[in-house]
């Protein structure tokens, strides 16, 4: 089976037939131990997002919600199931959910339907939860991402991922498409509070009714490293958009993992789903806890169950809440108290290409084509017009960044923004001949070292006042490449650019030689210090004739 790239290179996805032979000769790693069998077996993993939308009101009603506010004080009728009480559809999470199918390449349902899924638990007053089960608001997309496996082989790159990336450094990137099956509206439920002192359970409603994304992938995952790295990718892209703030402390991110294993990909043991897992490392733990589980339960000869379990993030395990041996039927029905969703496709607005945002605009129906421009609007805000995961991509293939610099950027759209300007100044011609023999790869790191290191640092701590102009930030980051500038001197000096306005009339030079910070250079006036540094400190020539490695490293710390 083909797949295309959004960069329209096709190539060919990992056949399972090649897969299930080439994973017998591969020992499954799981917690770093390499389990050797005559026949390993191939995990397979998929993944279920819960996602909660930006809004300031729930999805079927005007209450609003914010984290941490006291049991039971952001309640609707609706929300406690009182009887009588309406649901009224929240138009901005709607436009929130179409931006994310949009974004992950899914086709939008013009028509969709709510529908009523039954089930009883102590946090779901009215027996049922509102959803997209028939007719959901998107399906078929998919997300590619890069991920890193530092332990694997060459061989296992290969059957892992759909294909094998190096940068100029030849590090090792895998690129990996995870398809979406669908995107799906839905209410979220309350919270349970248990009192082990006192043996009883509380409810907390004030969740019941926040509007929710579930984003359902299908199984494309076989290593947790590749699963916590497509996460890590789908809440940049969330955060990108402004749909979800993804996070995961604040309950805003929640996954239920389904994890097997088996001889083949096409050839599974009965899947354990983990429910309610909040947050991305314990995501992988997840995984790696139950695929070692499930491995030792199959080799001692015992049945794994189909069943549903919880993780534990202490013990980094996961506990037994019900097994699924038996089918559990939700009797999903259509919401009665809900017309079907429907979008127009085109209107006056978009087809004058004259865009309004939508959230201001009457009752009117949701348009798609104004949400295609609101998306568009979004990409036009970045310089390369792309989302976060091929920016990402940029980074560490074109500019052979690190993966951690690579994230603070990609993470920090003001910051990538200033380091795309600062390299175009560094890298045209007049800038780059003021900089003889250094190597383009040398600019991309030493500008990524300055803001992602020490600039994200003091942002951090609350020290930066302003972002520097890039025409500024970009002279500075030259003088560290001369050697004009550097070490404390050089922090010095770029802390006084964050927190002060600088003349406008002033190069960075000037500054920095206003503050006395630039090394001289000039042999001439340099070697009147250099003998008075030897007469002070006769030693140093001692030094030079046992080790001129050692020597210059004293001379150059007293000088």
């Known amino acids: 089976m083909r797949h295309i790239l ?14 299930v032979s080439r994973y017998h000769s591969i020992a499954l790693q799981s917690k770093g131990k390499v389990h050797s069998t005559e026949q390993s077996l191939v995990p397979l993993i998929g993944l279920e997002i819960h996602a909660q939308l930006i809004s300031q009101t729930k999805l079927f009603s005007r209450t609003p919600y914010s984290f941490g506010a006291p049991p039971n004080t952001q309640l609707d009728l609706l929300d406690a199931a009182i009887p009588g009480s309406l649901p009224r559809l929240n138009r901005r999470c709607v436009e929130r959910a179409i931006l994310i199918a949009l974004a992950l390449r899914c086709h939008v349902n013009l028509t ?19 959803t997209q089960y028939w007719q959901p608001v998107a399906q078929d997309g998919y997300l590619d991402y890069l991920w890193h496996l530092p332990d694997a082989t060459d061989e296992a790159e290969k059957c892992i991922a759909t294909r094998v990336l190096r940068n100029d450094n030849g590090d090792p990137y895998l690129l990996s498409r995870a398809r979406i099956r669908r995107i799906q509206l839905e209410q979220d439920t309350g919270k349970s509070l248990h009192d082990v002192s006192r043996g009883r359970s509380l409810i907390d409603l004030n969740r019941s009714g926040v509007g929710l994304v579930e984003i359902v992938t299908e199984p494309d995952f076989t290593h947790p490293a590749q699963a916590s790295a497509f996460l890590n990718e789908l809440a940049t892209v969330l955060s990108f958009l402004g749909a979800c703030n993804a996070n995961a402390s604040l309950g805003e991110l929640r996954v239920d993992v389904n994890v097997s294993v088996g001889p083949t990909l096409s050839c599974q043991h009965p899947r354990t789903e983990v429910k309610n897992v909040n947050s991305i490392r ?26 549903t379990r919880s993780f534990d993030a202490t013990t980094e395990s996961t506990l037994p809440m019900r097994d699924k041996e038996v089918i559990q039927d939700y009797r999903y029905l259509p ?24 959230h201001n605009s009457s009752g009117a129906t949701l348009c798609l084509g104004c949400q295609v421009q609101e998306f568009r609007s979004i990409l036009q805000s970045t310089k390369h017009s792309e989302l976060p995961n091929a920016s990402r991509r940029r980074l560490l293939l074109e500019y052979s960044l690190s993966r951690d610099r690579a994230t603070v950027l990609v993470e920090n759209p003001a910051y990538l ?25 040398k600019i991309y790191h030493e500008l990524a070292y300055w803001i992602c290191g020490t600039l994200h640092g003091m942002a951090k701590r609350g020290e930066v006042v302003h972002l520097p102009k890039p025409k500024l930030l970009s002279e500075f980051v030259e003088l560290t490449i001369t050697g004009e500038l550097f070490g404390k001197s050089a922090e010095k000096f770029l802390s006084t650019l964050l927190t002060a306005e600088q003349p406008a009339d002033l190069s960075c030079r000037q500054l920095a030689l206003s503050c006395g910070l630039i090394l001289v250079c000039d042999p001439d006036q340099m070697r009147p210090s250099c003998e008075l540094l030897l007469q002070d400190n006769p030693k140093l020539e001692d030094h030079a004739s046992h080790s001129k490695t050692r020597s210059n490293r004293i001379f150059r710390h007293h000088l």
Request: aromatic share 8%.
């Open 417 to 441: 923004e200033l380091y795309e300007s600062c390299l175009s100044i560094l890298l045209s011609s007049e800038a780059f001949n003021r900089m003889p023999g250094v190597a383009t790869v």
């Open 335 to 358: 919401e009665p108290n809900l017309p079907l969703l429907r979008l127009r496709s085109m209107c006056d607005r978009c087809r004058s290409e004259v865009h309004v945002a939508l």
């Open 112 to 130: 969709s339907q709510f529908d009523r899924k039954h089930y009883f638990y102590s946090d779901s007053p009215a027996g049922y939860q509102i």
């Open 282 to 307: 314990a995501v992988a733990r997840a995984i790696e806890f139950e695929i070692d589980r499930q491995v030792n339960l199959i080799r001692s000869g015992e049945e794994v169950a189909n069943e």
């Open 6 to 19: 959004a960069g329209g290179s096709t190539f060919l996805h990992v056949a399972r037939s090649v897969l």
